[in-house]
């Protein structure tokens, strides 16, 4: 049923820490509002649990991109539309940028935040397989003992996530700042996301890949010493929407990769353990968007074209 506009109250303190001390005082009272494509949606179908709106959206200090020499900041307020056109975020993270150049349309990408689609949690999201290649981590931020204290915790953002639609994130907490280290250059990075057409579709599946390749002798059994300057896998990291209850690592695989052959000659043995592995660890569920089988079945097939695509 439709939720009733004239229900819900909109406060947009002035600042920061003024947001942050109205979260504190009533936990759990409040729901921060950034882009509010995500909210909207839920307003409109009814969903929504609690009847306060706080405004976070106009906050200057949620809404930067830092460039040190290691590492990028992103504050939780960017927009799709502001790491678009980030040319360090292109040629540094090039599938964050591709991630949120497919995030609904144009106008979504103008309001609709980097922190509104992680916080959301939906395991269908398109930057969270980007961001966990990426080897990302977060901040997270609250208010502390002293009048307009800040107090924050950063933690890896593949531990952000608790279950379905669920983070570590308490309800006197708002997300302040994604960091994504400067360290792929030499990777090969892959992204490839699965729906019904090309724009504005929610994945039925998606897949991010980030490999380090080496020509030196690899050392599993697949790889004998003997065969001189043998392709292999490096290190490798593997990343999927849609095949859990919240987006995942595929460590099983990973490790399954690891110093994998890319040889002629070993390459089908190399895929067969990675599917092997990968059936272990995708666990995806049927919904109105596809089937647990496509799924699987598609992402297997994604994994398989990134592996090919490391042998050239
Ligand atoms: C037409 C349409 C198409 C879409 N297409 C896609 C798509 O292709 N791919 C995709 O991934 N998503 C898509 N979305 C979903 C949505 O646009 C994204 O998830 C977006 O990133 C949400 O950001 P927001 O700022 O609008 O979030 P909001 O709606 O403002 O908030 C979403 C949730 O995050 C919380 N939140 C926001 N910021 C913070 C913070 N700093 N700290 C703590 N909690 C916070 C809010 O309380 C809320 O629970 C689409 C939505 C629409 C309406």
């Keep these: 049923m439709r939720s009733d506009p004239t229900q819900f109250a909109l406060t947009a303190p002035a600042s920061l820490q003024a947001v942050l001390a109205q979260l504190a005082q009533n936990p759990g009272t409040h729901i921060p509002i950034a882009g509010g494509t995500e909210l909207m949606v839920a307003l409109a179908a009814g969903r929504l649990p609690r009847h306060s709106f706080l405004s976070i959206s106009h906050l200057p200090e949620l809404r930067f991109i830092r460039i040190t020499p290691d590492a990028i900041h992103l504050g939780a307020n960017t927009t799709f539309t502001d790491i678009r056109r980030n040319p ?5 993270l090039p599938l964050l940028t591709l991630a949120a150049s497919w995030t609904g349309s144009i106008a979504n990408q103008n309001r609709a935040t ?13 930057t969270p397989p980007a961001l966990l290649v990426y080897d990302a981590t977060v ?3 609250s208010s502390g003992a002293a009048p307009g204290e800040i107090v924050q915790r950063t933690l890896p953002y593949r531990d952000f996530y608790l279950a379905y639609k669920s983070t570590v994130l308490r309800p006197d907490e708002l997300l302040h700042t994604i960091t994504i280290p400067r360290a792929y250059s030499v990777h090969r990075h892959f992204l490839r996301k699965v729906g019904t057409r090309n724009a504005q579709a929610i994945s039925k599946t998606a897949l991010a890949a980030l490999a380090l390749v080496s020509e030196s002798p690899a050392t599993t059994s ?8 043998a392709r292999h896998i490096q290190t490798i990291r593997l ?8 987006p995942i690592r595929l460590y099983a695989t990973e490790a399954a990769l690891q110093n994998a052959s890319l040889a002629p000659a070993h390459l089908d043995a190399t895929l067969r353990r990675a599917r092997a592995a990968f059936a272990t660890e995708a666990h995806p569920i049927d919904d109105i968007r596809s089937t647990a089988r496509y799924r699987t079945a598609v992402a297997a097939n994604l994994l398989e074209d990134f592996l090919r695509s490391l042998t050239t």
């Design 88 to 92: 360090t975020i292109a040629a540094d």
């Design 114 to 126: 980097l922190g509104g689609n992680l916080c959301n949690a939906s395991p269908a999201a398109d």
């Design 139 to 141: 901040t997270l931020i």
């Design 222 to 229: 697949d790889s004998p010493s003997t065969t001189p300057c």
């Design 239 to 246: 990343a999927a929407a849609s095949l859990a209850d919240r």
